[in-house]
């Protein structure tokens, strides 16, 4: 198997993980509110990930990179979970996966020129994902909506400059000190935050530990290892799967009906890879302009 393909896959499963947990980080605002959440998730990861990745011991090279990158993600992690109060997971899935069409729009501004596959890749994406979490209400955009795309366009430029970084500095060094500085953003705001509430019970436990470990710690360890391997358009279309895996995992946990909309999105997903795939010659990899 090439790192590609590996890289490719163990992408996927992190894309598994996430769409897994919109339902575990939705019940678990019902005993915390976003910041001291979010402070307890990332730090208990950031700490883990210190000790496990980087043996206690960080290139001082990478820190700038890793706090820019620590910065854009807490923009996004902080904007979906507040958002997540006023809106369903179904959709906050949906418009976080706007960030697919955002990343070769990003990447276009900065001054790369795409093949034309993979931005043709990323609507197609784009257009699954619509069709997959559309609900029935979707026409009435609220506070929360507005505040997961904020977090969107925070998520795609992260996954724009994990790209960027991965080539010169390695993950070992990336991932602990971005994610504790998740932690520690949202450790000094909470001050500012007048109705943060905390509710020790077992399912925050649970929700803190498995988001902690799981879809922070293992993830981004391997987002930003495969992200050496891929370029960060495929990345955001592979990321385009997570409502795929939210969809499911609402359906067994909380029971929601799954119809023709579901697989119409999954089929257009897929055939978004397909064309990025063989249109582009493989992996669609930006071209310097």
């Known amino acids: 198997m090439s790192k590609r393909t590996l890289a490719e896959l163990l992408l996927l499963l992190t894309t598994f993980i996430w769409g897994s947990t919109f339902v575990i980080v939705k019940g678990a605002l019902e005993d915390a509110s976003p910041l001291p959440f979010m402070s307890l998730r ?6 883990l990930l210190l000790w496990v990745l980087a043996r206690g011991r960080v290139d001082p090279r990478a820190c700038v990179p890793s706090l820019v990158l620590g910065v854009f993600l807490f923009g996004g992690y902080v904007f979906q979970t507040w958002g997540l109060l006023y809106t369903s997971p179904s959709k906050s899935a949906f418009i976080t996966g706007f960030s697919v069409i955002l990343v070769p729009v990003i990447l276009m501004l900065y001054g790369v020129r795409l093949r034309g596959a993979s931005v043709a890749g990323a609507i197609l994406g784009l257009a699954g994902i619509y069709f997959l979490v559309l609900p029935a209400g979707f026409a009435g955009v609220n506070r929360g909506d507005l505040l997961t795309l904020a977090g969107a366009i ?15 500095y390695s993950f070992l060094n990336l991932v602990p000190v971005q994610i504790l500085v998740v932690g520690v953003l949202a450790t000094v705001a909470l001050p500012f935050d007048r109705d943060r509430t905390l ?9 803190v530990l498995v988001t902690a470990v799981l879809a922070t710690g293992f993830a981004f360890s391997v987002q930003n290892w495969a ?14 799967f997570e409502p795929v895996f939210a969809a499911a995992t609402s359906r067994l946990v909380l029971g929601e009906r799954l119809g023709g909309k ?6 257009l997903i897929l055939g978004g890879m397909a064309v ?14």
């Open 42 to 47: 990332f730090t208990l990861a950031g700490l």
């Open 154 to 168: 925070s998520f795609a430029v992260h996954i724009v400059l994990v790209g960027h970084y991965a080539e010169s």
């Open 199 to 207: 509710h020790w019970t077992t399912g925050l436990v649970v929700a």
């Open 227 to 240: 992200q050496r391997y891929t370029p960060a358009a495929h990345t955001a279309l592979i990321f385009a």
């Open 262 to 267: 579901v697989v119409l999105g999954s089929l």
């Open 276 to 289: 990025s795939e063989a249109l582009g010659g493989g992996a669609p990899s930006p071209v310097e302009g």
